[in-house]
């Protein structure tokens, strides 16, 4: 059993330094893959975007043809985003994949859920209000379309929120959408809106 006082994280310096074999004791070795899922979903919160758009080429996540988007501002921002809700390279990989590729599949269960007769109108307003902007960089500018969209049907934010992660990023767990919204390509936006 490693005991250290209240640390659990080390450099590798720290680690060298406190190493000592006079400690090591004769009772069989104990891993905990719940400690130690804890600790690579804590070196991933803390890695640099650029480390972790490299780290995930270099472990062969991003498809050849992504590899080059990795460098997108975009790309960058979203990766903060994603690896604060990730354990594993492949949940970062995960949380990205929507807005790598042109084309998405969607969360079934998800899709039928969020994506019904009575918000199809409501996206189909939302995507011809959004087409309306030069861009869509602007974060309060979107927010207040989507309440004066609340407003005018008297629905919940979850609701069009929910259908609009679905439509944008096949699923119905994501980053913030409205952040999502300013850092995706406009284009791209309105083609999954279509409905």
Not at 4 to 19: S, W, Y
Not at 53 to 80: S, T, W
Request: proline share 3%; hydrophobic share 40%.
């Amino acid at each position: 059993m490693w005991s250290h006082g209240d640390q659990e994280i080390f450099t590798k310096n720290e680690l060298v330094k406190a190493f000592d074999t006079g400690a090591i004791g004769s009772s069989a070795a104990v891993l905990n893959i719940e400690k130690l899922n804890w600790l690579n979903a804590h070196y991933i919160k803390s890695m640099d975007p650029k480390n972790m758009a490299d780290r995930l080429i270099f472990e062969g996540f991003i498809p050849d043809e992504f590899k080059d988007k990795m460098k997108d501002n975009g790309v960058q921002k979203l990766l903060l985003m994603v690896q604060e809700r990730s354990k594993f390279l492949g949940d970062v990989y995960k949380g990205i994949e929507f807005f790598l590729k042109d084309k998405i599949e969607y969360d079934t269960k998800a899709y039928e859920k969020y994506i019904t007769p009575e918000i199809k109108p409501v996206v189909a307003e939302l995507r011809a209000e959004l087409e309306k902007l030069f861009s869509l960089s602007d974060l309060k500018t979107i927010e207040n379309i989507y309440t004066a969209l609340m407003e005018k049907h008297n629905i919940k934010l979850k609701n069009i929120a929910q259908a609009t992660r679905v439509l944008i990023t096949g699923t119905d767990v994501s980053p913030g959408i409205f952040e999502i919204l300013t850092l995706m390509d406009k284009k791209k936006i309105l083609e999954r809106l279509t409905i």
